[in-house]
């Protein structure tokens, strides 16, 4: 009775070990340099990511600027368009 209790415990610690993945973590840190290339691409992915990102927000931003000078509201339009006049210049526009 003690050995079947055994086996089957050691039967729900390798259902554990498969579920978690254990088997690719380890050979992962097995090959450190592939570790370390992944981990890279990654980062440069992330980054690019970002980069992307913000200037899509910023060009959304500043044609949202643009459309709210052009209805001419007496104080908002003013500082909007101070704020797109220094963007341009600042771009090169």
Same mark, same amino acid.
């Given at each position: 009775?003690? /050995?079947?209790?055994?086996?089957?415990? =050691?039967?729900?610690? @390798?259902?554990?070990?498969? /579920? !978690?993945?254990?088997?690719?973590? @380890?050979?992962?840190?097995?090959?450190?340099?592939?570790?370390? $290339? %992944?981990?890279?691409?990654?980062? +440069?992915?992330?980054?690019?990511?970002?980069?992307?990102? $913000?200037? $899509?927000?910023? @060009?959304?931003?500043? %044609?949202? %600027?643009? /459309?709210? @000078?052009?209805?001419?509201?007496? !104080?908002?339009?003013?500082? +909007? =368009?101070?704020?797109?006049?220094? !963007?341009?210049?600042?771009?090169?526009?």
């Amino acid at each position: 009775m003690d /050995q079947e209790h055994l086996q089957e415990s =050691a039967e729900r610690l @390798v259902a554990k070990l498969e /579920q !978690v993945k254990i088997k690719e973590y @380890v050979e992962m840190l097995e090959h450190p340099g592939r570790l370390i $290339f %992944l981990n890279f691409l990654l980062g +440069i992915g992330r980054g690019v990511g970002a980069a992307l990102g $913000f200037s $899509f927000v910023s @060009v959304l931003l500043i %044609l949202i %600027l643009k /459309q709210l @000078v052009v209805l001419n509201l007496p !104080v908002i339009s003013d500082f +909007i =368009a101070k704020i797109v006049t220094l !963007v341009n210049l600042r771009l090169g526009y």
